[in-house]
């Protein structure tokens, strides 16, 4: 897999420039895609992409080949099967690529095919640290590269209405945020399967790839590789991204200040490595605080509405679900907190009844589809604009998680100087913002 080295890959494979793609591309071309990775959700995006008659499916990557041939079968064409991603990337035909490996992989497939020329759709998160999502974005910007993280929300029309609202000021100023992610996996979690031979040891390596170099677990693969924390930060980064993303958006700040992280493994007898119960808070400055609950015992809605996200202001909350939001008013008043004195009660009997609403309540419903990202991906694969959630959307966003990631580990309240994206308060929690690959890979 590694006998060329980056250096000279770019140079062999950095044939379409950014300048031919907009010399070659109208609004009726069709977009030439290669996916690296066509498992749970490489296909689901995969369909999202062939809901719009202007992509071409040219060349498929997986180390699995009844999911290649699965989606060679969806395409309805023929495209070309690659077990090696850099071969893929190698082909001239393919303009663009779409990468939905595991999250170990995202920063080298990336960084690799910018450098090759190729616009990128990559899934979220973005990255598994913060050092690699900050080199993606610089080689992004380097190669001007059109990039989509696959934080889909971005591009939902209802929710972009929802994220108008909130910047209104209709709200007042927000105070909270929040989001939950609740499914109980108890008693058996993802089971607990002995350490195995793999049934091919080349392709478990070529799986781990960077990640270091571990017995074979048959959940530390397919789909379940998100339990476990050299491929993954666990259910704060998988689920956690879309929240903070689409609350990070709704209130138009970049980036967090502090942040600290508390859970464990209590109730579920797995061999996971995440916690199956967390609570993470950040602050921002000036306000909001901002949490993410997982609870993975248990799955009791989070708020009276049931919704996945609240953000919470003076004169209303905002409750988002997957396919709504709405806006409950707040019940305030102008009178001061009464002093309460068993001499004189009358103070304290107005003070309720004074309170009153100064909003009207307000819905908004639609659907966030998958296929409304890949639309604005190829319609900005053709025009060179930014894309709903490029890569460095992405980067906040996870670099935001995965801070997270690192006080739970540690245990730790950390403060973030979000420009030089280093703690200040923690030396040693500085060490965790990036990892050593295993040879040969290197980040580029
Ligand atoms: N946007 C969303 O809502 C959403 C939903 C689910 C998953 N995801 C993200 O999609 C990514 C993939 O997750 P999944 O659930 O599809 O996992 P998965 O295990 O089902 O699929 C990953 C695929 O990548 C392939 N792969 C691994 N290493 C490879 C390599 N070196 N070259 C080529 N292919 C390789 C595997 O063979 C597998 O088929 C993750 O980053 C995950 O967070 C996003």
Redesign the pocket.
């Known amino acids: ?1 590694a006998d060329l080295s980056r250096r000279n890959f770019s140079k062999t494979a950095g044939v379409v420039t950014a300048a031919s793609y907009a010399r070659i591309l109208g609004a009726n071309d069709r977009v030439q895609l290669g996916y ?10 995969h369909e999202a992409f062939l809901e719009h008659g202007d992509q071409i499916t040219v060349a498929l ?4 080949d009844d ?1 290649m041939e699965h989606n060679a079968k969806l395409s309805r064409g023929s495209p070309k099967l690659y ?3 850099r071969k893929l990337l190698e082909d001239n035909q393919v303009q663009a690529v779409v990468i ?4 170990h ?2 920063a080298l ?1 990336f960084i690799d095919a910018c450098q090759a020329g190729k616009d990128v759709y990559v ?3 973005l990255s598994l640290t913060v050092q690699e999502g900050r080199r993606m974005v610089d080689v992004a910007q380097e190669t001007k590269r059109v990039t989509q993280v ?3 929300r971005r591009s939902a029309k209802f929710l972009q209405e929802a994220v108008e609202v909130v910047r209104s000021g209709l709200l007042g100023p927000v105070t909270v945020c929040k989001g939950w992610h609740l499914q109980n996996e108890w008693p058996k979690g993802i089971g607990n399967p002995p350490d195995e031979k793999p049934v091919s040891e080349a392709e478990w390596d ?2 781990l ?1 960077p990640a270091p170099k571990v017995p074979y677990n048959k959940n530390r ?6 339990w476990f924390y050299d491929y ?1 930060g666990g259910q704060l ?2 689920f956690g991204v ?1 929240y903070m993303d689409m609350l990070r958006w709704a209130i138009g700040k970049d980036a967090p200040t502090a942040v600290t992280a508390m859970g464990g493994k209590y109730a579920i007898q797995d061999n996971r490595e995440i916690p199956d119960t967390l609570e993470a808070l950040w602050e921002f400055e000036g306000g909001p605080l901002m949490v993410f609950s997982q609870y993975n015992a248990n799955s009791a809605p989070g708020n009276l509405q049931g919704a996945e996200m609240e953000i919470r202001g003076t004169k209303g909350t905002m409750y988002i679900h997957s396919n709504r939001w709405e806006v409950i008013p707040e019940r305030y008043t102008d009178l001061e907190v009464p002093v309460r004195s068993p001499l004189n009660r009358d103070a304290e009997r107005s003070y309720r009844p004074s309170m009153r609403t100064s909003i009207e309540p307000l819905s908004g419903k639609g659907s966030a589809s ?1 296929a409304f990202h890949t639309r604005n991906f190829l319609d900005c694969v053709k025009s060179r604009a930014r894309t709903n959630c490029d890569v460095l959307e992405g980067h906040r966003s996870t670099a935001a998680t995965l801070i997270a990631k690192i006080a739970l580990r540690l245990r730790a309240y950390l403060e973030w100087d979000s420009k030089a994206e280093r703690f200040t308060n923690n030396a040693a929690a500085n060490r965790y913002l990036g990892y050593q690959y295993r040879a040969p890979y290197k980040l580029g």
């Not at 990557?61 to 699995?64: E, H």
């Not at 693969?221 to 998100?226: A, G, H, L, S, V």
């Open positions: 897999m690296i990775g066509v498992g749970n959700r490489g296909t689901q995006v990557c997986d180390l699995r999911y077990r090696e991603y939905a490996t595991p999250d992989w995202h497939q899934e979220k998160p696959g934080i889909h070529q799986w790839g693969t397919y789909y379940r590789f998100r993954s980064t998988n879309h998958t």
